[in-house]
């Protein structure tokens, strides 16, 4: 139903907001604190930055610093549980070092890399996708090709062979320290299809427009064109696909961590804890897996609502 | 006077929101007597479509019927269960939608579609109803009905499928057939066609027929009585003649002043100014008074009934309230 | 039609090439073929002579020519740490990973597609609810988590069922096969079900959202205005029209388990080509990394085309105008 407004309405519609109040007039607001799951998700993803912020000032020990473990503090039960250690409420893992301590520095590592990964990947297939779009011809058709052959292989097969490439070209304990770069490469290369497609299909719609049309003729450079006024609409889509994205990063990271190939022992992220853990299941050290599984498991599903809810919202019609 | 087949009593349709109830289609009443075809015309968004869909029980989800009545054969069917509607549908009432292209699923042979529909309404054996079907395709003008049962819909033209779709409506020999925009998709040499086509097939059968649309052209070719819908709110009703020939309401009016006559030359097409009012915006009084050139306070505060301006033609215009203007003057 | 599969052929062939180039990109420079191969002790003329018996010094495209010609010959090389062909080695353990990806995809198509009709179609029931969290937890969970979970409850736990390994196998032909034994089968529901749980929540996902957007369409409203019953229009009508882009996506998510194998294989230590290829990536093991890339690539791209063909026997339409995106 297209109607253009009446000046009657146009009338009804002149309510004076205050910027909170048109935020909280606004249909993504309205939807946001309908559903409590939501709401949720949202305390539990910025409890989780915060405390992996602030994770060298909270945590109890530092995990990094093998100094200060002791071996023979290793394998403690949580401190509720028989043979439990109060300095440690959560327990001990096979090196002594505190779950709690060593799960707020692994977050802070997923994190770290989920968002860093998500970036990369961001940037990387909005600017493909803009060119595709933008450009055409050869250049799109090109750039489409690549985005089709790698969408057949699934994004945890593509980052496991850019590590695996990324080992056998550089010598092992040099990727040792780079690990966090290796990851990031190999996890943000491995998602940026879904970016480029999206930017792709709205800039082929943007192009056409009389406005891009206009900037075309007062003789604004291509780049500026695509970035300053195309990139704005694709804003929604690209911030859904991020959301999304920030969680199947996080997983894929613990994934790889966990395979034995992502962040290594000494510096473990919450994968290669549960890697850890996970040799001590049958010795009946659960605390060793539960805890972080849990807090992975929390972020993820917390992350993934966020970007349902957000999908939803922003795409009415599925409504 | 016999019982009208199709009788429709202060019909209100709306959608619920955050803020408040929208009310699409308000306080509808009208009549439409077997063999009889009742147009209904007005602006996109103006509650033709909805009327329809209420009238069949398809309203989609969150509308849904806010009041009035609605009686099949003197039998009311709004309040009937959905199980109980799902037989009225396709057995009593047959529904043409606008768009052909779309109305049949790709994935099927016509034929086996028709075969379902009349299995589903009659107790035929599958052999019996594609005789049936056949026969049906043959009434509706499908050339070489037998071969083309077999034939999925996109090798069918589209006047060929809007056939096959009045053949999917008229199956199951229903007293009242609703067919929203039956031609609005269709190429203008088609669209003659099968307005020819729907007013044969009603009047051999005599079907009444409630035929939606935008077009002035498609109601004088084929309707004997037409109501005028303006947002949500049926403003005119009366035989097609009267009200294309001497419009009351000033938005009628307007309406026929956009449409080019064919003899008469004249100078330039009127135009009404602005443009219908969003759901969440109708005016009180008389929805139409912003745009109207004749309103007075009255149409600004109090809504108008329908009055009776001519003999079986009724406006929803307070101009037309006795005291203050006869109708002869107004408009000159 | 014809040409229709002759065009999806060669795009496929181009697929297939696109990889081989990458993998012979990876096989050719990286990490040194030679020194892999020749031990501490081989002297500098040995070396050159064995550069020479390689191939090495060919112009690159002979040398991508003599690659393809070896792989079509399925001869992929010597894995660098197993020291036996890389044919061999995936053979081996080729049946392991396609019983396990067969009964994940068994569960995910025979579970998903049920609930994705179920919630597609009582969009706002409470058990729509309750399948729809499911599978948003589903989506969640890292496939690992779920496979440490199951074994912790039902091994660790329950002592029920094993946590490692295939069980007792026996071989038919050629095949080893871990379905015709007792053990075999016991050992075989946790992998299966830790790999086909993400697969089958994509399918809900999929298949309710495929439902939703067919439910909308003019011709399930026409099919309702025709008086057909509610079964009639979701299971006959829109089920069908449902199912045209969900066996494309089920076709490809076929791909997506076998190279998700590589997680579950190693959580259950399964000896598939998923945990020969995840030892490869940490030894750096070219040769068979290599082959395994060509390897899922064909069976990805032979899915592919499969699902085509069968696409255009459920979708009329195809047959003619070819698949439109």
């Given at each position: 139903m297209a109607h253009s407004q009446s000046p009657m309405e146009k009338q009804a519609l002149a309510i004076p907001l205050s910027p909170f109040g048109r935020l909280r007039d606004s249909d993504l607001f309205q939807s946001f604190m309908r559903s409590r799951l939501v709401v949720a998700a949202a305390l539990v993803t910025v409890l989780m930055l915060a405390a992996a912020l602030l994770a060298p000032l909270m945590a109890?020990?530092?995990?990094?610093?093998?100094?200060?473990?002791?071996?023979?503090?290793?394998?403690t039960p949580p401190?509720?549980?028989?043979?439990?250690?109060?300095?440690y409420p959560l327990g001990t893992d096979?090196?002594?070092?505190d779950i709690l301590s060593t799960i707020l520095y692994g977050t802070r590592s997923s994190l770290l890399i989920g968002f860093s990964a998500v970036l990369l990947a961001t940037a990387l297939g909005v600017t493909l996708g803009l060119c595709a779009g933008y450009a055409g011809g050869r250049i799109d058709a090109l750039i489409m090709r690549i985005a089709d052959v790698q969408l057949t292989f699934p994004a945890i097969l593509t980052a496991l062979l850019i590590d695996g490439v990324m080992l056998a070209v550089f010598k092992s304990h040099r990727v040792e320290a780079g690990k966090f770069w290796v990851l990031v490469i190999s996890i943000g290369l491995a998602y940026w299809v879904q970016y480029a497609r999206t930017v792709r299909g709205v800039t082929l719609v943007e192009r056409n427009k009389e406005y891009v049309e206009a900037a075309r003729l007062i003789g604004l450079s291509p780049i500026k064109i695509m970035f300053q006024h195309i990139l704005p609409n694709v804003m929604g889509p690209v911030l859904v696909i991020a959301t999304i994205n920030l969680a199947l990063a996080i997983i894929t990271e613990a994934t790889l961590s966990f395979l034995g190939v992502g962040l290594p022992p000494t510096e473990p992220s919450l994968g290669t804890m549960i890697q850890i853990g996970n040799r001590y299941l049958f010795s009946g050290s659960w605390w060793m897996v539960v805890f972080p599984g849990v807090t992975l498991a929390l972020l993820a599903l917390a992350v993934n609502l966020l970007g349902d809810w957000l999908r939803d919202a922003l795409n009415p019609k599925l409504r | 006077m016999p019982e009208p087949v199709l009788s429709v009593r202060h019909l209100k349709v709306g959608f619920p929101t955050r803020r408040g109830t929208l009310t699409a289609v308000d306080g509808v009443s009208f009549d439409i007597a077997a063999g009889e075809v009742l147009g209904v015309v007005g602006?996109?968004?103006?509650g033709k479509s909805l009327t329809g869909a209420a009238i069949i029980g398809?309203?989609?989800?969150?509308?849904?019927?806010?009041g009035g009545e609605i009686y099949l054969g003197g039998q009311r069917i709004d309040t009937l269960t959905a199980e109980a509607m799902r037989k009225v549908r396709g057995r009593r009432i047959g529904t043409v939608f606008q768009d052909p292209l779309t109305s049949l699923?790709?994935?099927?042979?016509i034929g086996d579609q028709i075969v379902e529909t009349i299995r589903t309404h009659t107790p035929l054996s599958r052999a019996a109803a594609r005789k049936r079907a056949v026969a049906l395709l043959r009434e509706t003008g499908v050339q070489g009905a037998e071969e083309r049962?077999?034939?999925?819909?996109?090798?069918?033209s589209g006047g060929m499928r809007q056939r096959v779709v009045l053949a999917l409506a008229l199956c199951a020999e229903p007293e009242l057939l609703i067919a929203d925009?039956?031609?609005?998709?269709?190429d203008v040499s088609i669209q003659a066609q099968i307005i020819a086509l729907l007013k044969r097939l009603a009047k051999e059968r005599g079907t009444a027929v409630l035929i939606i649309t935008h077009d002035m052209g498609v109601i004088a070719e084929m309707a004997d009585r037409v109501s005028v819908m303006y947002s949500g709110r049926i403003v005119e009703i009366g035989p097609v003649r009267e009200v294309v020939l001497s419009p009351r309401h000033p938005y009628t009016r307007g309406l026929m002043g956009s449409i080019p006559p064919l003899a008469a030359r004249v100078p330039r097409l009127t135009q009404i100014p602005g443009a219908m009012p969003r759901l969440d915006a109708i005016?009180?009084?008389?929805?139409f008074h912003p745009r109207c050139?004749?309103?007075?306070?009255r149409c600004r505060v109090e809504r108008p009934e329908r009055l009776a301006v001519a003999p079986s033609c009724e406006a929803a215009c307070w101009l037309y309230a006795v005291p203050r203007v006869a109708p002869a003057e107004v408009g000159a | 039609m014809l040409a229709f599969a002759i065009r999806r052929l060669i795009e496929a062939l181009l697929v297939m090439l696109a990889v081989a180039l990458l993998a012979f990109v990876l096989f050719r420079y990286v990490g040194d073929p030679v020194s892999q191969m020749a031990?501490?002790?081989?002297s500098l003329e040995d070396r050159i002579r064995l550069r020479q018996e390689l191939g090495l010094d060919d112009p690159v495209f002979v040398q991508f020519a003599r690659f393809i010609a070896n792989a079509v010959r399925?001869?992929?090389?010597?894995?660098?740490?197993?020291?036996?062909?890389v044919l061999a080695l995936l053979a081996e353990r080729f049946p392991a990973t396609i019983e396990l990806a067969l009964a994940a995809a068994l569960l995910a198509v025979a579970l998903g597609i049920p609930m994705g009709v179920y919630t597609g179609i009582n969009r706002d029931s409470w058990l729509s609810k309750v399948f729809l969290t499911l599978s948003l937890i589903g989506v969640s969970l890292p496939t690992f988590l779920i496979g440490i979970i199951l074994i912790y409850v039902?091994?660790?736990?329950?002592?029920?069922?094993?946590?490692?390994g295939r069980g007792e196998v026996v071989s038919v032909g050629a095949w080893h096969t871990g379905l015709l034994t007792a053990s075999g089968l016991k050992a075989l529901i946790l992998p299966a079900i830790t790999l086909g749980l993400f697969q089958m929540t994509l399918v809900t996902r999929l298949v309710r959202a495929e439902m939703l957007e067919v439910l909308r369409t003019d011709y399930i409203k026409f099919a309702r205005a025709r008086g057909l019953s509610n079964r009639a229009v979701h299971f006959g009508h829109a089920l069908k029209n449902t199912l045209v882009p969900v066996i494309t996506v089920i076709g490809l998510q076929l791909g997506a388990i076998i190279a998700f194998a590589i997680i579950t294989e190693t959580v259950f230590q399964w000896p598939g080509m998923g945990l020969m290829f995840i030892q490869a990536v940490q030894f750096a093991d070219i040769p068979v990394m290599s082959a395994y890339l060509l390897l899922v690539a064909f069976l990805f791209v032979a899915i592919n085309l499969i699902v085509d063909l069968v696409y255009v026997r459920i979708d009329p339409r195809i047959r003619i105008l070819g698949r439109g995106q």
């Open positions: 109890p020990q530092d995990p990094y610093d093998l100094g200060s473990l002791s071996l023979l503090d290793a394998n401190a509720w549980a028989q043979g439990g250690d109060r300095r096979d090196q002594g070092r | 602006e996109s968004g103006a398809l309203i989609e989800p969150p509308g849904r019927i806010l699923n790709p994935l099927y042979p049962l077999d034939g999925y819909p996109h090798e069918f925009e039956p031609t609005t998709a269709l005016p009180a009084g008389c929805a050139p004749q309103a007075f306070d | 031990g501490q002790d081989t399925l001869d992929f090389g010597i894995s660098y740490q197993m020291k036996q062909p039902f091994s660790v736990w329950l002592h029920l069922l094993p946590s490692f």
